[in-house]
């Protein structure tokens, strides 16, 4: 699909259809239509809606995290998804698919956190892989990362899964940044952007697309972004010298999305965490060359909660330049809120249809893998 079409169905595209496109949320069930009354409940608790084909049906979402449980959003912190179990994640993805098809809607993106190491949604009999660090400390990490990815790729595609939230770009230069630990490759850019873009490689060349994360770093701080705002004090020059090479060779290897980090880095913006910030969105574009889709961490998350409403902060997150809100704390609300801000003018036309943009052009390149 060239540019101009892609155009085209965005011009055909009602308001509330494309900027459903740009969220990525999760749901209970084992199918799209699940009436398990557990399912039902934790459904309605989360979306307003009783199942999978209601969200798609109602919100148009442009894609689905599969998630085991959430247990810091308290609105139901111990109840199981039921899509992480390898036995019935591609039926419950097909499902969903289906349902997508049904009501008129784009190919749904389907992703899933699947590091290795302490990071593994989908479960046994599903394969369970070794952390970052323990490639980061062998002689042959390289070739072991681009390996790990490739089998990533292979057992993720057939469930339907079509991007993995990893790797972890972080270079852990803080031993007490608990929130990153063992999930990154190292210690020293040297040692982590290699395996960053043999992972890249090797997830690509199994038909599944890689998100870089956190940007622009992590691994500095000492504040786990679920529970509050980490805050990066180190200056542009040592940005560039250790956190950023890491995601620019992941960039140069092909990676298709960037994560934006619930991080608040003066050197950057002064005011605003990363996956608010428009002056993060500029440099991961216009330095660092990367064109493809940017996707906030879970919206849901600590970090955030000085920094307005739950529907507020997804309209800021698009303001920035970002193209998919991922969890949203009410995607009840935030839908229609996005909407609004369309209509009124507070959030330009053009931002949504860029960010539907980007989305459109990547589902198009998965579906030719």
């Not at 442009?62 to 019935?88: A, S, Y």
């Not at 190919?107 to 046994?124: A, F, N, Y």
């Not at 980090?261 to 660092?288: E, F, K, M, W, Y």
């Not at 064109?291 to 909660?305: K, N, P, Q, R, Y």
């Amino acid at each position: 699909m060239q540019r101009a079409d892609v155009d085209a169905q965005i011009a055909a595209m009602p308001l509330d259809r494309e900027v459903g496109q740009v969220f990525m949320t999760y749901t209970y069930g084992r199918t799209a239509t699940d009436d398990d009354a557990t399912s039902v409940a934790a459904n309605e608790t989360l979306s307003g809606v009783r199942d999978g084909a209601e969200l798609i049906s109602r919100y148009h979402v442009g894609g689905l995290l599969l998630l085991d449980t959430n247990p810091l959003d308290n609105r139901q912190p111990t109840v199981e998804t039921g899509t992480t179990d390898p036995n019935v994640t591609a039926g419950y993805t097909a499902s969903m698919q289906a349902a997508a098809a049904a009501a008129g809607d784009p190919p749904l993106l389907i992703g899933v956190d699947q590091e290795g190491g302490t990071v593994q949604r989908l479960s046994k009999p599903f394969p369970r892989f070794p952390e970052q660090a323990l490639l980061g400390r062998q002689s042959d990490g390289v070739s072991l990362a681009q390996a790990q990815g490739t089998h990533l790729g292979q057992q993720l595609l057939p469930l339907g899964v079509d991007i993995n939230f990893a790797p972890v770009a972080d270079v852990l230069t803080n031993p007490a940044d608990s929130a990153i630990g063992t999930r990154a490759f190292g210690t020293t850019a040297s040692v982590v952007s290699p395996r960053v873009a043999a992972e890249v490689r090797g997830l690509g060349g199994a038909g599944v697309a890689a998100t870089l994360k956190h940007f622009p770093g992590h691994g500095s701080t000492g504040v786990d972004s679920h529970i509050g705002l980490p805050v990066v004090t180190r200056s542009l020059a040592e940005l560039q010298a250790t956190d950023l090479p890491p995601f620019q060779a992941g960039i140069d290897a092909g990676a298709p999305l960037v994560m934006l980090g619930h991080l608040l880095v003066p050197a950057i913006d002064p005011n605003l965490p990363a996956s608010l910030s428009s002056a993060t969105v500029h440099l991961l574009r216009d330095q660092l060359h990367f064109d493809g889709v940017i996707v906030t961490d879970g919206l849901f998350m600590g970090a955030l909660f000085g920094y307005g409403s739950p529907d507020q902060i997804a309209v800021q997150a698009l303001r920035a330049g970002v193209d998919l809100l991922l969890q949203p704390r009410s995607l009840a609300t935030s839908v229609p809120a996005v909407e609004v801000a369309v209509r009124s003018g507070a959030l330009p036309k053009s931002r949504i249809d860029d960010a539907v943009r980007h989305l459109l052009l990547l589902k198009q390149r998965l579906a030719a893998d």
